[in-house]
């Protein structure tokens, strides 16, 4: 049975655009750190600064975990959907676009894979060949969020062994630059989301009315 994943898409773009909303000040944060000199900083007046930097920090993790959860259930409707328009068009189960996202290694080509799926069964004919640039939209987003996730873990480690201070400003550029891919990736996100949902919408109103 279709179920109407718009609800979900318009409160995963909003949770989207907050993560983008909360890169901005996390590379402010950044910037700020590669700019200071810290052999003239008074550390006894950044009480007020550092607790800024910890509320930020906070409040993105929060927003990302949101962002998580929303974005999985609204990529399960959706294949569930696309199960509809495709019964013979997936290579895994459904539940796979749940569990593929929590499998060490597996979790940067299982869910593109899945993605993929989807966007075929969406289409107007699942059985059509891919038309020319066809998933450019869905390969660049998939490739921006896959490079800040690898970017941001290099720039943890880093930060976790840095011993002296250029080692933690090298984790800091890192972090600058994770920064940058996460942004660009949540702005391609939004596309996607909003592209492929329209797909299955008009898709869906074709057929039969989605519950």
Not at 87 to 113: K, L, M, Q, S, T
Request: with cysteine; proline share 4%; glycine share 8%.
């Amino acid at each position: 049975m279709l179920r109407n994943p718009n609800g979900l898409a318009r409160a995963l773009m909003i949770l989207l655009a907050a993560n983008i909303a909360c890169d901005i000040p996390l590379g402010v944060i950044a910037l700020r750190t590669l700019g200071t000199d810290y052999r003239y900083e008074d550390e006894s007046g950044n009480l007020a600064m550092m607790g800024a930097d910890l509320a930020t920090y906070l409040l993105t993790i929060l927003v990302f975990l949101a962002t998580v959860v929303v974005f999985v259930v609204w990529f399960h409707r959706v294949r569930q959907n696309a199960e509809v328009f495709a019964p013979d068009g997936h290579g895994r189960g459904a539940g796979w676009a749940i569990g593929g996202w929590f499998v060490p290694i597996a979790c940067f080509w299982i869910p593109r894979v899945t993605a993929v799926d989807i966007w075929r069964a969406s289409r107007p004919d699942p059985s059509a060949g891919d038309g020319p640039g066809e998933l450019r939209l869905l390969n660049f987003w998939w490739g921006f969020w896959i490079a800040s996730r690898l970017t941001l873990w290099t720039s943890e480690r880093l930060a976790m062994r840095a011993d002296t201070l250029d080692d933690l400003l090298t984790a800091t550029w890192w972090e600058l630059a994770g920064t940058v891919l996460d942004a660009t990736a949540a702005v391609l996100a939004i596309l996607f989301v909003r592209r492929l949902t329209s797909m299955q919408d008009a898709k869906a109103n074709g057929m039969i009315p989605a519950a």
